[in-house]
């Protein structure tokens, strides 16, 4: 497997970036698109590893897709023959849990084994199920597969005991086509969110609320074609701003939505960075004393934990302790050890890292544990000292777009190795 191999010596990141479609909502809309049969059109789509995957479980269900360009595919599930996507593509993806409430929304039936993606530490779907059963559907977790039958959904209250994005989207899907009206309560408020449900309303289905945590659905018989464009990847968008904040450089981002940004502004100009924010702009300007800040991570709006471990290595260089308190995912320190290899000084207790800034990074080897981790892996690439190589690189392609290409074009020594 190729690895990416870093030059250091903290050059500024300087130039413009395009920020690509978010993958966190594109790998819902990709299942959401088999719930009709008429044509659908999404654009925007990242090229990403996780799109691909997606799209390869789609053709072994039988469905008809087709890239228009490098960005924009057309689904055609007009032609949709089995419910039982393959084990050796879903064990690869975390997100094609999604496929269960698409699934049982179209046919009433779903065999989906239980997913992959990076390890994090526990990830339960007891929410998704205890959605799907509240709607009338049987599920059974046996032999490592989920198995979900109904004769028909009706529509139900469905109260989340935890906020899980991946619960409400799940729900959603599978209520747009139920009898009656289903009302998710405590429901994940995440843009991501709004945009799936943007796209199923364009295909007819009636969904009020997205985005906030009650959001009500009146089921319809059957849902028509769609033309959607996937909304920016704000979490792309904010490993940027760190990368541009971390090597004291100044980049603009184009092709944002600034509000959902809010969290990661606000700590960079609380850190003493420059944003400066438009309509669909976002330029940051880094600052020689980077000064030391608290990060508590929360579902939206709050501060994302997919850009904690990034936010770390920028921490690394602030004046004085910082602590980042981990309140979404209990296994996400892992990449603390690979940090403290490049000579990072961070103490981790239970959900909170404590980290002392004004720390020289050197070049070493690790290994990108996770999509993130990788990410910010590579950002301490570029402010440590010397060579960097990260392997386990298939991570960071899961969910980023040509980043070498992108940092390279700002200025950066990026390539791939074997």
Same mark, same amino acid.
């Given at each position: 497997?190729?690895?990416?191999l870093i030059?250091g010596?903290?050059?500024?990141?300087?130039?413009?970036?395009k920020v690509?479609?978010?993958?966190?909502?594109?790998?819902?809309?990709?299942p959401a698109?088999?719930?009709t049969?008429?044509?659908?059109? &999404?654009?925007?789509?990242?090229?990403i590893?996780?799109?691909? !995957?997606?799209?390869d479980i789609l053709d072994?269900?039988?469905?008809?897709?087709?890239w #228009?360009?490098?960005s924009t595919l057309?689904?055609d599930?007009?032609t949709?023959?089995?419910?039982?996507?393959?084990y050796?593509?879903v064990k690869k993806?975390?997100?094609s849990?999604?496929?269960?409430g698409?699934?049982v929304?179209r046919?009433g039936?779903?065999?989906?084994?239980?997913?992959?993606g990076?390890?994090?530490?526990?990830r339960?779907?007891?929410?998704? &199920?205890?959605?799907?059963a509240?709607?009338?559907?049987?599920?059974?977790?046996?032999?490592?597969?989920i198995?979900?039958?109904?004769?028909?959904?009706t529509?139900?209250?469905v109260?989340?005991?935890?906020v899980s994005?991946g619960?409400? &989207?799940?729900?959603?899907?599978a209520?747009?086509?139920a *009898?009656g009206k289903?009302? /998710?309560?405590?429901?994940?408020?995440?843009?991501?969110?709004?945009d799936?449900?943007n796209f199923l309303?364009?295909?007819?289905a009636?969904? *009020?609320?997205a985005?906030?945590?009650?959001i009500? /659905?009146?089921?319809?018989?059957?849902l028509g074609p769609a033309?959607h464009?996937? !909304?920016p990847d704000?979490? #792309?968008?904010?490993t940027?701003?760190i990368a541009?904040?971390?090597?004291?450089?100044?980049?603009?981002?184009r092709d944002? &939505?600034?509000?959902?940004?809010?969290?990661i502004?606000?700590?960079l100009?609380?850190?003493?960075?420059?944003?400066d924010?438009?309509?669909?702009?976002?330029?940051?300007v880094?600052?020689?004393?980077?000064?030391?800040?608290? !990060?508590?991570t929360?579902?939206?709006?709050?501060?994302?934990?997919?850009?904690q471990s990034?936010a770390m290595?920028l921490?690394t260089?602030a004046?004085?302790?910082?602590v980042?308190?981990e309140?979404v995912?209990e296994?996400r320190?892992?990449?603390v050890?690979e940090?403290?290899?490049?000579?990072a000084?961070?103490?981790?207790e239970? *959900?909170?890292a404590?980290?002392?800034?004004?720390c020289?990074?050197?070049?070493?080897?690790v290994r990108?544990?996770d999509?993130?981790?990788?990410?910010?892996f590579?950002i301490?690439?570029?402010?440590?000292?010397?060579?960097?190589? !990260?392997? #386990?690189i298939?991570h /960071?392609y899961?969910?980023y777009e040509k980043i070498?290409d992108k940092l390279?074009?700002?200025?950066?020594?990026?390539?791939?190795i074997?």
């Amino acid at each position: 497997m190729p690895k990416l191999l870093i030059k250091g010596n903290r050059q500024p990141l300087q130039g413009e970036v395009k920020v690509s479609g978010a993958k966190n909502a594109a790998v819902a809309i990709i299942p959401a698109a088999i719930l009709t049969a008429a044509p659908v059109r &999404i654009e925007n789509l990242p090229e990403i590893n996780d799109i691909k !995957i997606l799209v390869d479980i789609l053709d072994a269900l039988g469905v008809k897709t087709q890239w #228009e360009s490098s960005s924009t595919l057309l689904v055609d599930a007009s032609t949709l023959k089995s419910w039982q996507p393959p084990y050796d593509l879903v064990k690869k993806l975390r997100a094609s849990y999604y496929l269960i409430g698409a699934l049982v929304g179209r046919f009433g039936k779903a065999d989906v084994p239980i997913p992959g993606g990076c390890d994090l530490g526990p990830r339960p779907i007891d929410q998704h &199920i205890k959605g799907l059963a509240a709607l009338g559907a049987q599920v059974d977790v046996e032999h490592g597969l989920i198995r979900v039958e109904a004769n028909h959904l009706t529509g139900t209250n469905v109260y989340l005991d935890v906020v899980s994005v991946g619960a409400t &989207i799940n729900i959603m899907l599978a209520a747009v086509r139920a *009898r009656g009206k289903t009302i /998710i309560e405590n429901a994940a408020k995440e843009p991501e969110i709004v945009d799936v449900a943007n796209f199923l309303t364009s295909m007819g289905a009636k969904i *009020r609320g997205a985005g906030t945590d009650v959001i009500k /659905i009146t089921g319809v018989d059957e849902l028509g074609p769609a033309d959607h464009c996937v !909304i920016p990847d704000r979490i #792309e968008a904010g490993t940027y701003m760190i990368a541009a904040a971390a090597t004291g450089g100044n980049v603009l981002l184009r092709d944002v &939505i600034p509000k959902h940004l809010d969290p990661i502004t606000a700590k960079l100009r609380e850190m003493h960075m420059t944003v400066d924010v438009t309509d669909d702009q976002i330029r940051v300007v880094g600052c020689a004393s980077p000064q030391a800040v608290d !990060i508590k991570t929360f579902p939206y709006p709050g501060f994302p934990t997919d850009l904690q471990s990034q936010a770390m290595v920028l921490l690394t260089q602030a004046s004085g302790s910082s602590v980042i308190t981990e309140n979404v995912f209990e296994g996400r320190f892992k990449h603390v050890d690979e940090l403290k290899r490049m000579g990072a000084r961070i103490k981790v207790e239970g *959900r909170t890292a404590i980290i002392d800034g004004c720390c020289g990074l050197s070049g070493a080897p690790v290994r990108a544990t996770d999509l993130r981790a990788g990410a910010s892996f590579i950002i301490a690439g570029l402010i440590a000292e010397g060579d960097t190589v !990260i392997s #386990e690189i298939n991570h /960071i392609y899961r969910g980023y777009e040509k980043i070498c290409d992108k940092l390279n074009a700002l200025g950066a020594s990026i390539q791939e190795i074997e």
